[in-house]
């Protein structure tokens, strides 16, 4: 299930990104700007893990615990701490190091969207090695939501892209796009697997709290399905008055 969940990962996403690609004007960037992030995409999936490593040791040390907490916190807090936080970080550290390798080619906004867009298209492909054995509800769960980390990375992206134009062109607030860019994806991407992945209500011997834990689960499905095809609508929609934004 796993090279399924991979395959159709690289397929659906390669296409988005590809055409993503091929909208930019005056002409599209070169292989190495277009391959290299979604290199640094799946480091980012491995970089994630010794980040949660560290907030868990780091957690340990002061003797912190969610345990007696309600079920639907202690989602929240697993999921900020499993994966919000740690995955969000290792995808915005990529794309720094992407923006600093071809800071001198980097033209506009939109190539920044290219990246937040290939960092999360690599980072897919490793976690679908990795993740994508599940089954039933959870493969389906999975399939429909197969462009949510590209999703984030394009949001983040974006608004770096934009805290850039405010410096460079001296308009608009910088400080705000870098709070967005940083705390819009980490929230969503925190209550998404709050209500799926890590949904302690699922388990609880207490059925109608069990059947809250499911609805709100289906709930974040759909959610995130919505978001995504809004966001890249919203993004090809955007693709001119992005390539005009530049930065140069």
């Not at 480091?43 to 040390?61: D, E, M, P, R, Y």
């Not at 994806?185 to 109608?208: C, K, Q, R, V």
């Amino acid at each position: 299930m796993a090279i399924i969940q991979f395959a159709l990962s690289l397929i659906v996403l390669g296409i988005i990104y590809t055409r993503a690609i091929r909208r930019e004007a005056p002409e599209p960037i070169a292989k190495a700007q277009a391959l290299v992030p979604v290199v640094l995409g799946a480091v980012s999936t491995l970089l994630s893990f010794a980040i949660f490593f560290g907030i868990g040791l780091l957690l340990q040390k002061i003797g912190f615990s969610s345990k007696n907490l309600p079920d639907f916190l202690r989602s929240v807090i697993a999921s900020f701490i499993l994966a919000g936080l740690p995955e969000e970080l290792a995808k915005l550290l990529m794309m720094l190091i992407t923006l600093l390798i071809f800071r001198s080619r980097v033209r506009n906004v939109y190539e920044y969207v290219l990246i937040g867009a290939a960092v999360g298209f690599g980072f897919t492909l490793l976690e679908e090695f990795f993740y994508g054995s599940g089954s039933g509800v959870s493969a389906i769960a999975r399939l429909i939501t197969i462009a949510g980390h590209m999703v984030f990375g394009v949001i983040m992206a974006k608004h770096l892209g934009l805290a850039k134009y405010s410096k460079t062109n001296g308009g608009g607030s910088a400080a705000g796009e870098y709070a967005k860019a940083l705390i819009i994806p980490i929230l969503m991407h925190t209550l998404f697997d709050a209500g799926t992945a890590n949904n302690y209500m699922l388990n609880s011997s207490d059925e109608s709290a069990a059947a809250i834990g499911l609805v709100i689960g289906i709930a974040c499905t759909v959610f995130l399905f919505v978001i995504q095809i809004a966001v890249l609508i919203k993004w090809k929609k955007n693709a001119e008055k992005y390539c005009g934004m530049a930065l140069t």
